[in-house]
């Protein structure tokens, strides 16, 4: 059983690009947040970026009455190491592949979370929104009843995956302990990332593909079952999703807390 608190400390962590910050999604993306948070908590919010970039555009985020603390971190990841690209062309320049650019900024946040007091870090994108009031208040009961490192959501949408290896893996969007553990797996799957591209000659491997071939390896399948598919996340982020309703989803997944689906 999971040792319970009402008082676990949970960060939001938004992991997001200079971009998505000039364009204005960062601002509507919090915005749905901050909105209803708890009853009676607070949160801290870590935005995430890629690369230096002027923030005071979210200095307002301060002041909302749910917010405890605003935080902005900067990856800094170099322009030129930038890059995301589905070309397959294998091209092993990149350190972590033709995804550096998320990759990097995945694990260079986690780098940067480690050094943090809160229990559990809920890791969000722009194109994801709280499907509840009170979504604080539900992330905390889930954390008092199921015990995991990382509670994210597979593939749930309508377009059918090959079947490989990745079929099953957590998307990125995920509720994670802040615990050593959770950063051996972090050590572990950016290590075996690396191989992929360097070694097995891979164009590209992300992140959450990465962390997923690592719990399932010899070398890290003791946290397999640690890693677990939530019924409180739902993953239904390919393009062709973006019509299906909330009503429609919710039906099929009534316990939805936090929605992953571009608009």
């Given at each position: 059983?999971?040792?319970?608190?009402?008082?676990?400390?949970?960060?939001?962590?938004?992991?997001?690009t200079?971009s998505e910050?000039?364009?204005?999604?960062?601002?509507?993306c919090?915005?749905?947040?901050?909105?209803?948070?708890?009853?009676n908590r607070?949160?801290?919010i870590?935005?995430?970026?890629n690369?230096?970039?002027?923030?005071?555009?979210l200095?307002?985020?301060?002041?909302n009455?749910?917010?405890?603390?605003?935080d902005?971190?900067?990856c800094n990841v170099?322009?030129?190491e930038d890059?995301y690209?589905?070309?397959?062309k294998v091209d092993?320049?990149?350190?972590?592949?033709?995804?550096?650019?998320?990759?990097?900024?995945?694990?260079r946040t986690f780098?940067y979370?480690?050094?943090k007091s809160?229990?559990?870090?809920?890791?969000?994108e722009?194109?994801?929104?709280?499907?509840s009031e009170?979504w604080?208040?539900?992330?905390?009961?889930?954390c008092?009843?199921?015990e995991?490192?990382?509670?994210g959501?597979?593939?749930?949408?309508?377009?059918k995956?090959?079947?490989?290896?990745w079929r099953?893996?957590?998307?990125?969007?995920?509720?994670?302990?802040?615990?050593d553990e959770?950063?051996d797996i972090m050590?572990?799957?950016?290590?075996?990332?690396?191989?992929?591209?360097h070694?097995?000659?891979?164009a590209?491997l992300?992140?959450?593909?990465?962390i997923w071939?690592y719990v399932n390896?010899?070398e890290?399948?003791k946290?397999?079952?640690?890693v677990?598919?939530?019924n409180i996340i739902?993953n239904y982020s390919?393009?062709?999703?973006s019509?299906?309703?909330e009503?429609d989803?919710?039906?099929k997944?009534?316990?939805t807390?936090i929605?992953?689906?571009?608009?």
């Amino acid at each position: 059983m999971p040792l319970r608190s009402e008082n676990w400390k949970i960060a939001l962590v938004l992991i997001t690009t200079k971009s998505e910050l000039i364009s204005g999604d960062v601002k509507e993306c919090i915005d749905r947040y901050v909105e209803s948070v708890s009853e009676n908590r607070l949160i801290d919010i870590i935005i995430s970026l890629n690369t230096d970039v002027d923030s005071s555009q979210l200095d307002y985020i301060k002041s909302n009455k749910s917010v405890n603390s605003l935080d902005i971190h900067n990856c800094n990841v170099p322009a030129e190491e930038d890059i995301y690209t589905h070309d397959d062309k294998v091209d092993v320049k990149h350190e972590l592949g033709q995804s550096n650019g998320p990759n990097q900024s995945f694990y260079r946040t986690f780098d940067y979370l480690k050094s943090k007091s809160h229990d559990f870090v809920m890791v969000i994108e722009t194109d994801s929104r709280p499907m509840s009031e009170y979504w604080l208040d539900g992330l905390v009961n889930y954390c008092n009843m199921k015990e995991f490192i990382i509670g994210g959501s597979r593939y749930k949408g309508k377009q059918k995956l090959p079947d490989s290896g990745w079929r099953y893996h957590l998307n990125g969007i995920a509720l994670y302990k802040n615990c050593d553990e959770l950063y051996d797996i972090m050590k572990g799957s950016k290590e075996l990332l690396y191989r992929y591209i360097h070694k097995k000659a891979y164009a590209r491997l992300n992140y959450d593909i990465a962390i997923w071939y690592y719990v399932n390896s010899a070398e890290g399948d003791k946290y397999l079952s640690q890693v677990i598919d939530t019924n409180i996340i739902a993953n239904y982020s390919l393009p062709c999703d973006s019509g299906i309703s909330e009503k429609d989803i919710i039906a099929k997944h009534p316990n939805t807390i936090i929605l992953h689906q571009k608009t």
